[in-house]
């Protein structure tokens, strides 16, 4: 079966919502060097609510982008780990966050002239 992102009603466009999410990048990108603990993510993706990070670790272990291994301990120790089919999307992930982290300062100045030309057009009359 051929999909087709561009059509509203093709099942790619969940997965593409899915992925494009930042707590999604930020979290495959976190867990890039080996499992982590949840307490861990959390620390390490500051902003994140304890609810946003749960959601998200579920959505994708679902997705079988991250799979949960639980330790039988005092306490119970929670490890979260990219799947292979999480690692094989991780390429992606961290290309767009070095992307990101490398533009952010001409996305800024893109931003801030657009800002400025779009103040000086919203001063002038309107003369409809």
């Known amino acids: 079966m051929a999909y087709d992102a561009y059509l509203a009603t093709c099942p790619t466009r969940q997965l593409l ?22 307490s861990g993510l959390s620390r390490k993706i500051a902003g994140v609510s304890q609810k946003m990070l749960t ?7 679902r997705d079988g982008l991250v ?12 490890d979260y780990a990219l799947t292979p089919l999480g690692g094989s999307l991780l390429p992606v992930m961290r290309a ?3 992307w990101a982290e490398m533009h952010i300062e001409q996305v800024a100045a893109a931003r801030d002239a657009y800002d400025s030309r779009s103040l000086g057009q919203a001063s002038l009359p309107d003369n409809g």
């Open 17 to 38: 919502d899915r992925i494009s999410d930042k707590w999604v990048s930020l979290l495959l990108n976190a867990l890039a060097d080996g499992p982590q603990r949840y």
């Open 55 to 61: 959601q998200t670790l579920r959505a994708l272990e």
């Open 67 to 78: 799979c949960r291994s639980v330790t039988p301990s005092v306490p119970v120790r929670v």
């Open 96 to 98: 767009i966050k070095d």
